[in-house]
């Protein structure tokens, strides 16, 4: 009964905190590193502005390669619910 209590908790816990989280920040980058046979390769995505469509607001998600961070990409378009 004490492990079944135990995962219980344990499981809310886990539940609450991705709740909490807010994945879309506009102060968010991720750097992603690939290593393709020796080939290593970053990239690096970030969310910036928005656009509506039918009546829908997304974030934009824009990606880059580039070391300097000058040439961004759009790439795709992202919301969130309820966080």
Do not use: C, P
């Amino acid at each position: 009964m004490k492990k079944i209590a135990t995962i219980f908790v344990g499981l809310f816990l886990i539940t609450q905190s991705a709740i909490s989280q807010n994945f879309i920040s506009e102060n968010k980058q991720w750097n992603v590193k690939e290593d393709f046979w020796g080939d290593v390769h970053t990239e690096i995505f970030k969310i910036q502005g928005d656009t509506t469509i039918n009546s829908i607001t997304y974030q934009k998600v824009w990606r880059t390669d580039d070391s300097t961070l000058v040439d961004w990409y759009l790439i795709s378009l992202i919301r969130e619910e309820d966080n």
